[in-house]
C-alpha cells in the first residue's frame, strides 16, 4: 500500500494552474448545493402563493430578496418538510393572507452598514496595503519599511571570499602598499608597541577593470578578517535619512565583527563634492556623506576596522573625504604594463587547456592598454573560439582572433559590397599600411583587412607595438597623424574622390594635433603655453568639456595652428603615396584578392612590389 501511495505521489502534478483552481471551485459549489441543502425547492412566487392558499405552506421567512419556509410536504423516505425558496415580489396583500390562513411568519431587517463599511474602509485599505508592499519590495528581499535603515552590506567570511594575493597578478605595487594593512590585521600589537596607528581609510584609485574590487577582497582574504561589501550607490534611496541610517547601521555591525573590512565600491557615488546640487546642499545624498565622514572620525582604528574605498573618478569626491585621518593613503592601481599584463594573463589561463609552446609574452605585447577586465575576456573568446571549432585546445591563432574581435568587433563576412566599394575599401587599408611602413616612428603592422567588423568598420589595420610607450615625441604624433590619414589621401590619389569612410580617422587625428597645441606646447608660434584646464576625468576618456580661459584671438591661432598641422601632414602624406603610387595599387589589388593580409605576408608582398617597382622605373 506504501508502494502504491508513493506511485499516486509521484503522479502528483507538481505545479497547479488555473484549471486545477476552477475544478476544485467547481466541486465545492455542487457540493454546497445538492449535498449541504438537499431537500431545498425552489418555485415561482405564483406558485409559492397558489400554495399558501391551499394551505399547504407551514411557515416563512422572510427577507429584501427572497422567502424561504417549509412545506406540509414531507421528503421522501424522512418525516422532515420540505424546504423552499423563491424570490420576493412586491405584494401588499401577502402578509393578509398568510394571516387569513395562518401561516405562521417572520421578517427581518437587513441593513447595509456591512456593506457600506467593507467597501469604504476595508477594501481600500486591503488595496493600499497591497500596493505598499509591492512597492517596498523593489527595495530589496525583506519588503519591510523596517528595514530601511538597515545596511545592504554583504558580510563575506575568510572561508566565502577564497581570493588572495596569488590570484592577483599585475599590479605589484599595490600590492606592496596594501601589505603593511594586512601586517596591522594579523598582528596589530607590533603597530601599537610602537604608538602607532595605521591609516583609517585606503582609498583605490584607477580606470575601469584594472582589478581594485579583487584587491580588496585579496586583502581581507590574506588577514583572514570578515569583508563587508558594499556599494556606493546601495546607500542612498528616495526617502531622506535612509542613507544615513545605513551608514550608522553598516559600522555598527562593523564595530561588532572587528577586526574586519569595509569595501565602498564606486565610492564617487555616495562622496561627490558637496555644494555642486543647484537645488541646495540639504539632500539625501550630501546627509549620507556628511553621516559618513561623522562615522569614520568616530571610530577607534586601533580596533581593526579598516575602510577601504575604490573608484575610477577621484576628482570628484569631496575634499573632506581625502583629508588625513579619513581616506588619508591612495593607492594607485594602475593599467599593468607588458610584464604584468603576462602575468595577468598566466593567472587566467591555469583554467584553460593551452596548445603547447604559446608564448604569453607575445599575446601580452599585443595587448597594449589593457587592464585586467580586458584579458580576463581576451582568454575566455579565445577559449570559447576554440570550443566553437572543437578543438582540444586553445592555440595562439585563437588568442590572435580574439584580440582582433576586442579591438575591432565581430566579423560581418555576409555583408555584401559591391565592387566600387571594395575598390575604395582595399585602397583606403593600404594607404594606412603603407604609410605605417614608410614613416619612422611607426609600430609595425600586423594585419590588414578588408573584412566588415563592428559598427561600421569596413576595414581595418591593426599595429602591433614593440614595446610599452609612456611617452610619446613631436615626430611621434605627427607620424601617427601621417599613418590616420593616409586612407583618405589614398582614395584622393587613385580615384580623384573621396568617400565617407576615413570618418573615425579624421577625428582621431585632428584630436592629436589639438592636443599638441593646446595641452603639449609643440607648436613653435603659440609657443610652451597649456590652454586645457585640468578638470577632465584622470581615468575616463571623454568627460567634462574645458572651459575656455583665453581670448578670441587665441582661439583663432590655436585653431590655425591646428590646420597648420593637418595640411603639413597632408602635404607630407601625399607625396609619399604619390612617390609609392605603382606599389598602393599593387597591394590594394593582393589584398582583394586575399581580403586579410598579416604581417609576415605584407614584408614579403613591398619587398616584392618594390622590386618590380624598381625594374620598371630602370
Known amino acids: 500500500m506504501f508502494e502504491n501511495f508513493k506511485k499516486m505521489q509521484f503522479k502528483m502534478p507538481k505545479k497547479f494552474s488555473a484549471w486545477h483552481i476552477i475544478i476544485v471551485f467547481t466541486f465545492f459549489i455542487f457540493l454546497q448545493m445538492y449535498l449541504m441543502n438537499p431537500g431545498i425547492r425552489d418555485i415561482s412566487y405564483s406558485e409559492f402563493k397558489k400554495l399558501v392558499r391551499d394551505g399547504d405552506v407551514l411557515e416563512c421567512h422572510i427577507t429584501n430578496t427572497m422567502i424561504r419556509g417549509r412545506l406540509r410536504e414531507m421528503e421522501k423516505g424522512t418525516t422532515k418538510p420540505v424546504v423552499f425558496i423563491t424570490a420576493r415580489v412586491e405584494d401588499p396583500d401577502l402578509v393578509k393572507e398568510l394571516e387569513f390562513v395562518g401561516v405562521k411568519y417572520e421578517g427581518n431587517y437587513e441593513s447595509p452598514w456591512f456593506k ?53 597578478a599585475g599590479i605589484d605595487e599595490a600590492k606592496g602598499e596594501l601589505q603593511e594593512i594586512i601586517e596591522f590585521l594579523k598582528t596589530p600589537e607590533k603597530f601599537r608597541a610602537l604608538g602607532g ?53 553598516l559600522f555598527a555591525q562593523a564595530d561588532l565583527k572587528a577586526p574586519c573590512i569595509i569595501f565602498i565600491d ?76 603576462e602575468a595577468i594573463l598566466k593567472v587566467h589561463a591555469k583554467e584553460v587547456t593551452l596548445e603547447e609552446g604559446i608564448d604569453m609574452h607575445s599575446v601580452a605585447a599585443m595587448t597594449p592598454g589593457f587592464v585586467g577586465a580586458d584579458l580576463a575576456n581576451l582568454v575566455n573568446e579565445a577559449a570559447l573560439l576554440a570550443a566553437r571549432r572543437n578543438k582540444k585546445s586553445v592555440s595562439m591563432k585563437e588568442f590572435e582572433e580574439a584580440i582582433d574581435r576586442i579591438l575591432t568587433g565581430l566579423e560581418k563576412k555576409k555583408r555584401l559590397m559591391n565592387k566600387k566599394e571594395k575598390e575604395i575599401v582595399a585602397h583606403h587599408e593600404s594607404g594606412h599600411a603603407l604609410i605605417a611602413c614608410s614613416v619612422p616612428h611607426a609600430d609595425p603592422v600586423r594585419k590588414i583587412s578588408m573584412i566588415p567588423r563592428g559598427i561600421g568598420a569596413l576595414g581595418y589595420t591593426l599595429q602591433k607595438p614593440t614595446e610599452d610607450r609612456y611617452l610619446m615625441t613631436r ?144
Request: proline letters at 3%; a negative charge.
Open 266 to 341: 564606486e565610492l564617487d557615488a555616495l562622496g561627490k563634492s558637496r555644494g555642486a546640487n543647484p537645488m541646495g546642499g540639504h539632500d539625501e545624498r550630501e546627509q549620507t556623506l556628511n553621516q559618513l565622514l561623522v562615522e569614520m572620525d568616530g571610530f577607534d582604528s586601533n580596533k581593526g576596522v579598516i575602510i577601504m574605498g575604490a573608484t575610477n573618478r577621484p576628482e570628484m569626491l569631496d575634499s573632506a573625504l581625502l583629508r588625513p585621518g579619513r581616506f588619508d593613503r591612495q593607492v594607485v592601481v594602475d593599467r599593468p604594463d607588458l610584464h604584468g599584463r
Open 197 to 249: 596607528k595605521i591609516p583609517k581609510g585606503v582609498l583605490l584609485v584607477g580606470a575601469p577593470g584594472t582589478g581594485k574590487t579583487l584587491l580588496a577582497k585579496a586583502v581581507a582574504g590574506e588577514a583572514g578578517v570578515p569583508f563587508f561589501n558594499m556599494s556606493g550607490s546601495e546607500f542612498v534611496e528616495m526617502f531622506v535619512g535612509v542613507g544615513a541610517a545605513r551608514v550608522r547601521d
Open 116 to 168: 457600506t463599511f467593507f467597501f469604504s474602509w476595508v477594501l481600500p485599505l486591503l488595496i493600499l496595503f497591497v500596493v505598499w508592499r509591492f512597492v517596498f519590495k523593489r527595495f530589496g528581499p525583506a519588503g519591510s519599511i523596517m528595514t530601511f535603515g538597515k545596511s545592504k552590506g554583504r558580510l563575506y567570511a575568510q572561508e566565502d571570499l577564497n581570493v588572495t594575493f596569488d590570484d592577483v
Open 475 to 618: 615626430a611621434e604624433l605627427l607620424d601617427r597623424i601621417a599613418i590616420l590619414l593616409g586612407g583618405r589621401i589614398a582614395e584622393d590619389i587613385v580615384f580623384n574622390e573621396v568617400s565617407t569612410g576615413a570618418q573615425n580617422d579624421l577625428e582621431k587625428a585632428t584630436e592629436i594635433a589639438k592636443m599638441m597645441v593646446k595641452e603639449y606646447g609643440m607648436s613653435e608660434k603659440m609657443g610652451l603655453v597649456t590652454f586645457e584646464q585640468g578638470n577632465r576625468p584622470l581615468f575616463l576618456t571623454g568627460g567634462y568639456a574645458a572651459s575656455k580661459e583665453y581670448s578670441e584671438e587665441t582661439a583663432r591661432e590655436i585653431d590655425l595652428e591646428i590646420k597648420k598641422i593637418m595640411d603639413d601632414s597632408v602635404v607630407r602624406v601625399k607625396a609619399l603615396l604619390m612617390e609609392k603610387k605603382e606599389i598602393l595599387i599593387g597591394m590594394a589589388k593582393t589584398l582583394m584578392e586575399k581580403e586579410v593580409i598579416d604581417g609576415d605576408e605584407l614584408k614579403k608582398l613591398l619587398e616584392e612590389l618594390h622590386k618590380a617597382n624598381g625594374k620598371k622605373e630602370a
